[in-house]
């Protein structure tokens, strides 16, 4: 009995170290082809800060090795960015076997849209929240203080925004996970939409920078997408409740 049920765990040990492995093959991929273009990388995520800086002014390192490091550490983090699809279809893989027919087709594209959503809220954060932001705290600098941004220092508070945009903008995945496993329901949370503004609007004072525009473009997207969370989850909740239905009948 105990070499049956060992036999199991070690197949699943085998199938996680493969598609663990299957990921960082992946992610050495893409960065081996991207070192390269390290500075360029680096400079194209500096850019809305370099356009909002003053004439004059410029970024700076402060530590001897940043020049060399920083860029390649945005590399990696970028080469995992990109791998993300890789690495949702690897979980996928690995978890799809223990699924239900019906869990199997509703879930794929939660996967998805998981990741589309994640790299929407990253380009929001690129290519909306950063010119303002960086607008506003270059105006609202007091005089006499030279702009000189160390790169280590931005690259850490550009990632942080692209993380805390990205799994803000997960929001319509997250309602509809909640409906579906039974926590919650649609009806609920519209009885809740007050609660859900203000709550959108404290999750952006904490997230973001200490500035109303980071706020409000924070703040806004998440309930807008809460709405349409809500809007999806009472067709992919009853959906995934038919499926189940017609499966366990089908099974019976």
Known sequence: MAIEETQPLISHLIELRKRLL????????????????????????????????PAGASMIATDV????FTPIKLTIIVSIFLAVPVILYQVWAFVAPALYRHERRL??????????????????????????AFG?????APQGVTIATDITNYLDFVMTLFMVFGVAFEVPV??????????TTPEELKKKRPYILVGAFVVGMLLTPPDVFSQTLLAIPMYCLFEVGVFFSRYY?????????????TDS
């Open 136 to 140: 506003f705290f270059a105006k609202t």
């Open 22 to 53: 299957y990921c960082i093959i992946a992610v050495l991929a893409i960065f081996m082809m991207l070192i390269y273009f390290a500075n360029d990388i680096y400079h194209m995520v500096a850019a809305p800060l370099i356009s909002q800086m």
């Open 65 to 68: 090795a940043s020049p060399f």
């Open 107 to 132: 879930v794929m594209p939660l996967l998805f849209s998981s990741t589309l959503l994640f790299y929407i809220g990253v380009a929001f954060a690129y290519f909306i929240v950063f010119p303002l």
């Open 237 to 249: 909740v009853g959906k995934g409740r038919q499926a189940q239905e017609v499966e366990q009948h």
């Open 174 to 183: 997250a309602i509809v996970l909640i409906c579906w496993t039974g926590i």
